[in-house]
Each structure stands twice: as structure tokens, then as C-alpha cells.
């Protein structure tokens, strides 16, 4: 992976809520065969309703309570119209019905 050139990627949400990605939060590298996997999958949900793996959201270190919002080291500097916030209380939703999900197609 070291030798491939791989863009960044940026997932930007309804509202304009942008979430940069490096490559390492959606490659993966398995060790034993040298293949290098995107880990991102289409949904197979009917109304296309995808969920962020662990992978994506490996490299966010801070998080923002709803009073007083906090900046995590890889958040860029604020502009004056900032993108609207992604709830914190949407992503943990989010998190657990892809736990259900996951738990009940394996």
C-alpha cells in the first residue's frame, strides 16, 4: 500500500457536514496475501441506508457534546460558516442498528 498513490477522500453529508478520510481509514491491507481491499460496501439495505466502519471512523479522536463543541487534532481550522454538526447521539444510533445488523446476517 505504501507504494500505491491513493487519494484522500471526503464523505460529504445532507446539510454539508464534510468528514475527511486518509486512505488508511478505507484500505485495508491483508498481511498474508499482500491484496489491498477498499472497505467501503454498497448497501443492501432498499432505501440504500449505509453505515461508517470502524476503519472510517479510526482516525476521529475528539468528540463534540451538544452545549460546547470540541476540536479533534485532524479537524481543519474553522471558517466563519462552519458545516452543520453531525449528532453525536445519531452516530451511536447509527453504530448499534450496524451492530444488529452485522450480528444478524452473520
Given at each position: 500500500m505504501a507504494?500505491?498513490?491513493?487519494?484522500?477522500?471526503?464523505?460529504v453529508f445532507v446539510g454539508g457536514?464534510?468528514?475527511e478520510?486518509?486512505?488508511r481509514n478505507f484500505l485495508y491491507k491483508?498481511?498474508?496475501t499482500g491484496l489491498v481491499c477498499l472497505t467501503i460496501l454498497p448497501s443492501r439495505d432498499a432505501?440504500?441506508?449505509?453505515?461508517?466502519?470502524?476503519?472510517i471512523e479510526g482516525s476521529?479522536?475528539?468528540?463534540?457534546?451538544f452545549d460546547q463543541p470540541t476540536k479533534s487534532p485532524d479537524q481543519p481550522p474553522s471558517s466563519s460558516t462552519a458545516p452543520p454538526r453531525i449528532s453525536p447521539a445519531a452516530?451511536?444510533?447509527a453504530c448499534f442498528v450496524?451492530?444488529?445488523?452485522?450480528?444478524?446476517?452473520?
Open positions: 507504494a500505491a498513490k491513493v487519494p484522500d477522500m471526503s464523505l457536514a464534510v468528514m478520510l486518509k486512505a491483508d498481511e498474508s432505501d440504500g441506508v449505509s453505515l461508517l466502519g470502524s476503519l476521529k479522536l475528539g468528540f463534540e457534546s452516530v451511536t444510533i450496524g451492530w444488529v445488523v452485522h450480528s444478524c446476517w452473520w
